[in-house]
């Protein structure tokens, strides 16, 4: 079992809520969950952890906030993760949340600059350790997508009219697509808008 707390980078929103941290398998294509856990009123919780390497995942209900930092020990835990194979140290779990998470939307066109229905749109981040970046959403009837609370960092966005769901996570997928990616940088409150092909 693993003790945390979560903090805030600066003044908490009002609408700070409880917020739920969660641990998945590093692999991400084969997902290996464990259950999520809420924090209480003082922002600590306990989180059960299995043999393995997971990732860590918090989610607040403030809209716009995002998990900006994450220490274990001496470890950097959204850098390295957490080793669930190795004693953990006494110290808690520190979870730092901020807001001004970003947003990014936009239409994506087929080759006639025809708006596509139903296409996948993909945001990844381009720190590859950043799994929990991940982000994907499908185009409506007019080509047009949104992605929300996303954290401020450099990212690629990719677009298919037809994918397998999750291809996206392999890096010998996704290479065959670098010509076509956009490339953005997303500040603080960031809002951007971009046309995929």
């Known amino acids: 079992t693993l003790a945390g707390f979560v903090k805030w ?6 609408d700070a809520g409880p917020c739920l941290a969660g641990l998945h398998g590093e692999s991400r294509v084969l997902m290996s969950n464990l259950p999520p856990a809420t924090t209480k009123a003082d922002g600590t919780f306990s989180l059960e952890v299995a043999p393995g390497r997971f990732d ?3 989610h607040c209900e403030s809209k716009g906030s995002y998990m900006k930092a994450a220490r274990l020990g001496d470890a950097d835990v959204l850098e390295v993760g957490i080793d669930g194979s190795e004693a953990l140290p006494d110290r808690p779990l520190q979870v730092t949340m901020a807001t001004g998470a970003g947003e990014i939307e936009g239409s994506v066109l087929d080759a006639d600059s025809h708006p596509v229905s139903g296409a996948t ?29 996303i954290v401020p960092d450099a990212y690629s966005l990719y677009a298919w009219d037809q994918v397998e769901d ?32």
Do not use: C, M
């Open 9 to 14: 980078d600066g003044t908490p929103p009002k």
């Open 166 to 197: 999750g291809a996206w996570n392999s890096d010998e997928f996704i290479k065959k697509y670098h010509d076509q990616r956009k490339r953005v940088q997303l500040d603080a409150g960031g809002r951007e808008a971009l046309q995929l092909q």
């Open 121 to 149: 749109v993909v945001v990844i981040p381009d720190a590859p350790k950043r799994a929990g970046l991940f982000q994907n959403a499908a185009t409506d009837q007019n080509g047009h997508f949104k992605l929300s609370d």
């Open 56 to 58: 860590l995942n918090v």
